[in-house]
């Protein structure tokens, strides 16, 4: 009798740390729905250990569900590199259960700390998201994937009315992740240094920033196929 009572008490714990979690999800999804199509510029800067790649600027774009490009000389970015795909997920509320883990602070911003865990992904094991208490946006994320282990966003906003982060930096161990082809391809930058080989590849950072932002003027199909930029 008294497991039967624990094992109740243990579902209704996690019931309403669920419930507490989708409420503050739905804070955030009720701010990217109103969001259909994204233009902007963005300035690139890469901190990957033996790779040298100059500063690159260039124009980002992102359209509903999921077609993004980001456009430079010499260097497209592919779908993979999406870096609204953890908004994407949260659209879909039956691919996921949502759990309340905690509080945590992102430079000095209170944060509920939420953890999905997907249904049915054949990628995505955990992505973990802290969250404003005040201003429901995402202020870091982090993803555990199966290939490329644990990934992570820290965003930051320029203004307090803005949903859309100024600044997102991408954090990954570049020895398990796959680097885009362009790396490896006909950048006019510096070239990877021989030297130090895909094997001794460790946690870098790319850094994007975000301006002249335009949100919801319609962007055609057209400009997500590939061809030379």
């Not at 199509?37 to 260039?58: Q, T």
């Not at 996921?96 to 054949?122: K, R």
């Not at 009315?161 to 082809?181: G, H």
């Not at 870098?204 to 919801?216: A, C, F, K, R, Y």
Request: aromatic share 8%; with cysteine.
């Amino acid at each position: 009798m008294r497991t039967i009572i624990t094992l109740s008490l243990l579902v209704l714990w996690h019931a309403g740390f669920a419930q507490d979690a989708n409420a503050i999800l739905e804070k955030v999804r009720s701010r990217f729905d109103a969001i259909h199509d994204l233009k902007c510029d963005v300035e690139m800067k890469f901190d990957i250990p033996g790779v040298a790649i100059d500063r690159i600027s260039g124009k980002m774009i992102y359209k509903k569900p999921d077609k993004f490009r980001v456009r430079t000389k010499g260097l497209i970015f592919l779908p993979k590199q999406n870096p609204f795909s953890q908004l994407e997920i949260l659209s879909d509320e039956s691919a996921y259960m949502a759990i309340f883990a905690g509080t945590a602070t992102v430079n000095g911003i209170d944060c509920n700390v939420i953890n999905i865990i997907p249904n049915n992904s054949e990628d995505l094991v955990l992505m973990k998201l802290l969250i404003g208490k005040d201003d429901n946006r995402i202020h870091l994320s982090e993803l555990t994937l199966k290939r490329e282990g644990t990934v992570k966003y820290t965003n930051s906003y320029a203004s307090a009315d803005q949903f859309i982060p100024t600044s997102m930096e991408f954090e990954a161990d570049f020895k398990r992740f796959k680097m885009p082809k362009a790396i490896s391809g006909d950048f006019s930058s510096k070239p990877v240094r021989e030297e130090e080989g895909q094997s001794k590849y460790e946690t870098g950072h790319v850094l994007m920033t975000i301006s002249n932002l335009e949100l919801n003027k319609k962007i055609d199909d057209a400009e997500f196929e590939d061809k030379d930029s």
